[in-house]
């Protein structure tokens, strides 16, 4: 199995604060990765750091085998909260086809890194691949309507349908679910568990026992990589993570 | 109103104003659009201002301020992109003190001017029937540039101003659109300083396209109702200062103003009723 991100010891730090510390980490191609951690533990920096959108202090990142600013096209990427201000006017169709932007004319991969920088239209290929997307995450009704009208769930699905019109290999959400209610939560797990079949995943999420029964692993973050493991989550895990007693609210469904 | 229109087809100076305030009012629609949507009326306003430090040069050294005005306008834009983007946290205080240091400059400059002391009132308030015939091609070329680079890269404009973050990981250079935005609002400034002065350009560069956005939810038709939007407004203003010999650039920007107020509160209402019949469907 090949690996697409290559973490080797890494260390992160806002000013002062060191963030992250000393992280080796390792992603085989397809598998689904769940990190989890504690609020303010450094888990959405490690996101960015893969993204490129922060640059480390020291250590290396290789995301499909580059740098990760020259990845970042064949990312996909799913905010935790959206960096747009809800009242923009632009349709939900207008939003993901953004999502095309730095493929070339026939959608491929293949555009250099001064690929964007030629006036473009969108093609027909662009349109069928946004028309697919938001058949895929069932948002295909509300193609047309402002996003400023939309529910946290369906903004969500939107988000999900932007990141997947790039056809990423790699697809990176931030708490997909954390602003919507749990049987959507589901809804949104079974859709990534689908997507799973091929593209590799890695989800940040709070909710360990909720993500353990998607994820193939988890790491858990906490500034430093405290544990990596593929067997079930448990109780010994959680206290180890969070310290202290932390009690599993079992997700049934 | 009615002697504005016949001395109209008698004047040429006023054929000259009336085509001034249509080419001004395409730069004022869809590059104010981009100001509205993207929240950088502040940036916008500092941008303007500041170009008086450029026609205050231009003034002292003997050129026509206007050929002061772009190079100062575009030195401005891309000074205060530059802050935006490196210092982002200090960015209102280093553009309040560019706005301030431009026109201090642009003054000295003025007062310094050898012979003839130039009307520093008409480059703040404009002078909409000063405009010599000439300054029309310059206007009309400047139009021209900016609709092609809107053509041309409305994409990549429409990412870049709608959410940066998600704009840099699909591999657009953000910083240079971010830049090449700021010089097109630039070449807007000058274009709308020959209607209404460089004071009152923010008011001429926004409220069209806020209006608009009380009843369109598209860039594209944003820029085209806040285009038809700036050329009713700005001849409007000019008819109705005609007749009492006001100054055209302020009656323009009052107008400007009491059409936002109104709209304001017509889209507001209008929201109210919606809000009030989708609760109704609700009981029903």
Request: glycine share 10%.
């Amino acid at each position: 199995m090949s690996r697409v991100i290559d973490i080797r010891s890494l260390n992160f730090a806002y000013g002062s604060v060191p963030t992250l510390s000393g992280i080796d980490l390792t992603v085989a191609e397809g598998e689904f990765l769940g990190i989890v951690g504690p609020n303010a533990g450094g888990k959405s920096t490690l996101l960015k750091l893969i993204l490129g959108l922060l640059q480390p202090q020291s250590g290396t990142i290789r995301v499909l085998g580059r740098l990760p600013h020259a990845a970042s096209r064949r990312l996909g990427y799913v905010p935790q909260y959206p960096s747009f201000p809800r009242d923009f006017p632009i349709t939900v169709e207008q939003v993901v086809q953004l999502g095309r932007l730095g493929l070339d004319r026939n959608g491929g991969q293949g555009g250099g890194r001064w690929h964007t920088l030629w006036p473009g239209r969108m093609s027909g290929v662009d349109r069928e691949a946004v028309h697919r997307a938001l058949a895929e995450v069932e948002a295909g009704d509300i193609a047309k309507r402002q996003i400023g009208s939309l529910s946290g769930g369906q903004l969500q699905r939107v988000l999900l349908a932007r990141a997947l019109v790039g056809e990423p290999r790699i697809l990176i959400l931030d708490e997909p679910t954390a602003n919507i209610d749990q049987r959507l939560e589901g809804e949104i797990f079974d859709l990534l568990e689908a997507l799973n079949a091929r593209m590799t995943i890695l989800v940040v999420s709070h909710d360990v026992a909720f993500i353990s029964r998607y994820v193939s692993r988890v790491a858990c973050i906490n500034r430093t990589l405290v544990c990596h493991r593929t067997e079930a989550v448990d109780g010994a895990l959680i206290q180890e993570l969070y310290g202290g007693d932390v009690r599993i609210i079992a997700h049934a469904h | 109103m009615d002697g504005f229109f016949t001395s109209l087809s008698q004047h040429a100076f006023l054929q000259t104003a009336v085509a001034t305030a249509l080419l001004a009012s395409i730069g004022c629609g869809v590059m104010g659009t981009y100001v509205v949507v993207k929240r950088i009326a502040f940036l916008a306003g500092g941008i303007a201002h500041s170009v008086l430090g450029g026609m205050g040069a231009a003034v002292y050294f003997g050129f026509d301020p206007l050929h002061g005005a772009l190079p100062a306008a575009v030195a401005a834009a891309l000074l205060i992109g530059w802050v935006r983007l490196r210092w982002r946290a200090q960015e209102d205080t280093l553009i309040s003190a560019l706005w301030a240091i431009g026109m201090a400059v642009g003054v000295l400059f003025i007062a310094k001017a050898p012979g003839y002391q130039a009307d520093l009132m008409s480059y703040l308030f404009g002078n909409i029937l000063l405009v010599p015939r000439e300054s029309l091609w310059l206007m009309v070329a400047l139009d021209a540039l900016l609709l092609t680079m809107v053509a041309a890269y409305h994409r990549q404009f429409l990412a870049v101003v709608f959410d940066e973050e998600f704009a840099r990981l699909r591999g657009v250079p953000v910083g240079f659109f971010y830049l090449l935005l700021l010089v097109l609002v630039a070449v807007t400034v000058v274009l709308l300083i020959q209607v209404v002065g460089l004071i009152l350009v923010l008011a001429l560069l926004t409220l069209p396209a806020a209006v608009a956005g009380h009843y369109v939810h598209s860039v594209g038709r944003m820029m085209l109702i806040a285009t038809l939007l700036g050329a009713v407004l700005s001849i409007a203003g000019l008819a109705l200062s005609y007749g009492p010999d006001l100054p055209a650039g302020p009656t323009i920007i009052l107008l400007a103003g009491g059409a936002y107020v109104v709209s304001a509160m017509i889209a507001q209402a209008l929201d109210r009723r919606r809000a009030r019949l989708a609760a109704a469907r609700g009981v029903r």
